[in-house]
């Protein structure tokens, strides 16, 4: 079972960038899809962004495309999200994870409920 630690939140202002990173014990690039999803406070947790392996194809949230991009680090058994122009809304606790295959998409964007590998998560606050 493959260990993944994020580490990059922060609080940011409106308008701010942040870049989230994903530490993962093994090789993940190669045969793993890779997802970045959110939880917000009294919501459910959903897909932001997800990359299939060997970084074939990548995957936004309509929330977040032209604002956020997801990319790896083969040689740092690493994932990355890197945020720009950022909203009160992208407030949340961010979880990277890591799942076997091809990402599994749901509406435009990779599902939580097909990962079993997730990180502890990373809290990401943007403040007007």
């Known amino acids: 079972r493959v260990h993944l630690v994020e580490s990059g939140g922060g609080s940011v202002q409106l308008g701010g960038s942040l870049k989230l990173s994903c530490a993962a014990s093994?090789?993940?690039?190669?045969?793993?899809?890779v997802g970045w999803f959110r939880q917000r406070p009294g919501k459910e947790r959903e897909g932001v962004a997800g990359m299939d392996p060997g970084g074939t194809r990548t995957y936004y949230a309509d929330s977040v495309k032209g604002r956020f991009n997801i990319s790896q680090d083969a040689s740092q058994n690493s994932v990355y999200l890197e945020m720009n122009n950022l909203l009160p809304d992208d407030t949340a606790m961010y979880y990277c994870?890591?799942?076997?295959?091809?990402?599994?998409?749901?509406?435009?964007?990779?599902?939580?409920?097909?990962?079993?590998?997730w990180g502890q998560g990373t809290q990401v606050t943007v403040s007007s």
């Open positions: 994870a890591a799942e076997p295959g091809v990402c599994s998409v749901v509406r435009g964007s990779p599902h939580p409920a097909y990962f079993s590998n």
């Open positions: 093994e090789d993940i690039y190669s045969s793993n899809c």
